[in-house]
Each structure stands twice: as C-alpha cells, then as structure tokens.
C-alpha cells in the first residue's frame, strides 16, 4: 500500500471537494462558452495527450449539443508515444475525429496538418458557403479545452504569430478573441472550463500534477508522493535517470523526496532538506518533459488502487 493514506489524510476526494478547485469565474466562462457556441460551426476539444479522459470536460456534450466536433491530444511531445497512437485510435473507434499535436514545439511539424484536419471537419459549411455566393465567409471554429491544455498555443502555432495570451498556468485566457489561421477559417480562443465535481479522487491528481488546478488549492506533497507510486510502477528508469538513482529506488516516498533534494542540493539551515523546494522541482520536471514521456491513464485499465 501506498504511503499516501498514512502521510497525507487530508488529501482525500471528499477533502478535494470542499476546496476552491472550481474558481467563481468557471460559471462565467460557462455562460460565455454557452453563447459563442451558438455562433460556432465547428467545435475543437483540445485535451491533454497525458490524460485524454481526465482532461475531457463531462459537461461540455450538454453545452456543444449537436455541433461537429474535433479531438486533438495535445502535448504529445511529453506524452508517452505508444500510448498517445494506442489514444488516437481508441477515441476513432468511439467515432470522435481525432489527432495527436505538439502546440509547444511542433518538432514533428503536425500543426500544419491541422488546418487540412479542419477544413475537412468544416467542408460541409465551406460548401454552404461558396453555394450561398460567400465567398469571403468563414467557417468558425470553437476552441474548448480545460485550464492549461495548450488551447491558446495551438491557436498561435496555427496562426503562425502570438495572437492568445499564453501561460504555463491555468486562468491565462481572459476573453475570446476571434483569430483567423487560414482563408476560410477562423478560431476562437476561450478560457479553460472546469467542472465543479470531481468524479473519483485519481482525476484530482491527474488534473492537479499536470497544471489543469492551480498549485494553491491543493496538497502539492499528496499529489507529488502519488506521482511517486505511479512512475515507480509505470517508469521507473525515469525517475533513475532523472535524479541519478541506483534501483531499487526508495521503498517510501519520503524516503526518494528526500534522495531527490540531497542530489539537487535542496538542503537548509542544519542539513534539514527543503521538502518545499524539492516537491516544486518535481512538478516542475513532470510538466516540462523533463522526466520523460509520461503517459497517466490507459484505455480500458483499472485504476490504481493505493
């Protein structure tokens, strides 16, 4: 059993509900997103290539209703490959249009192919259109994701300038902002939208070590030691390589906390190890790539059980 029921009771799912995870200006940008819906045609769901069914909005079917929609992973470039194809193909058999994307670096050159994606997904309006006489029209697209998935990089990596705010942190998009990426299309960027009920309290964690709840609402020492439990189990040649680790890795996750601060040099006043300072750089590592291409949940795979 995992030491995170011992060490850290406070970081339960009923305690994850009573805490400020779902911020007052959520019932805004819902309200909002509900409108520019309306003027949409094409609706694009961006989710995050590490957590492809705990980045997916549950409330957003009841908001886009009918409209087409797209699926794009996006920081497949930190994800774990195998998995992010393995992803792709799971939600093409669940009928969702979908592909993988690199909105950071785009080294792979994906994001140009992006736009051919779109207009395919759009044809249909594109053809209404040109029919109509409009030539000049342009087929809308909504762009829909929770806080941090790289919404507003992508739309910059499609427009080919910074025209979205960007931030690796969630709350950075304001407003929307109608952006134009290609003759015929244009894209609306729009703030992150979360839920105001967690489901089970392993998607906290997910949402919570991948940037998607801001680092003050929740038990950065919790969701560090379960991020512990999982790369052992999952990668455990990435955390080895990482902080420079012999196997067998510590038993406890204290026990490699503190490993890490010792290689990293976050020690204090008295040689007392700065938990703080370390349990950052962990998260920090995690959300860069810096510890590998980390893929958190599978297809059709139990949870984990601690």
């Not at 998995?83 to 792979?108: E, F, M, Q, S, Y």
């Not at 809308?140 to 080919?160: F, T, Y």
Request: overall charge positive; some cysteine.
């Amino acid at each position: 059993m995992s030491e995170l029921n011992e060490t850290n009771k406070n970081a339960s799912l009923e305690n994850s509900e009573t805490i400020s995870w779902f911020p007052g200006h959520m019932a805004k940008t819902r309200r909002m997103l509900t409108e520019k819906v309306k003027l949409a045609d094409l609706i694009v769901e961006v989710l995050d290539a590490r957590i492809p069914e705990s980045s997916a909005n549950p409330d957003l079917d009841g908001i886009v209703g009918q409209k087409a929609r797209i699926v794009l992973l996006n920081k497949a470039d930190i994800a774990d490959p195998v998995w992010t194809k393995h992803w792709v193909d799971v939600l093409a058999r669940r009928g969702k249009k979908c592909a993988a994307v690199d909105a950071r670096t785009d080294k792979d050159k994906g994001i140009k192919s992006v736009v051919g994606f779109l207009r395919d997904a759009a044809a249909a309006k594109l053809v209404s259109l040109k029919s109509k006489g409009i030539r000049s029209g342009a087929v809308r697209v909504l762009v829909v994701g929770i806080p941090n998935v790289g919404k507003s990089s992508l739309i910059n990596r499609l427009a080919a300038k910074h025209a979205a705010a960007t931030g690796n942190k969630p709350g950075v998009t304001r407003g929307p902002q109608w952006i134009k990426v290609a003759d015929g299309l244009e894209l609306l960027d729009t703030p992150g939208l979360l839920w105001p009920r967690l489901g089970d309290w392993t998607t906290a964690y997910k949402l919570a070590v991948t940037g998607a709840i801001k680092d003050e609402v929740f038990d950065v020492r919790a969701v560090v030691f379960w991020l512990f439990d999982f790369l052992k189990m999952k990668y455990p040649f990435y955390l080895a390589k990482r902080y420079g680790l012999s196997f067998p890795l510590p038993a406890s996750a204290t026990d490699l906390l503190s490993c890490i601060a010792t290689g990293r040099g976050f020690i204090g006043r008295g040689g007392v190890i700065d938990e703080e300072r370390a349990l950052r750089a962990v998260l920090k590592d995690f959300r860069n790539g810096d510890l590998g291409s980390v893929t958190l949940e599978y297809p059709d795979e139990p949870a984990m059980e601690h």
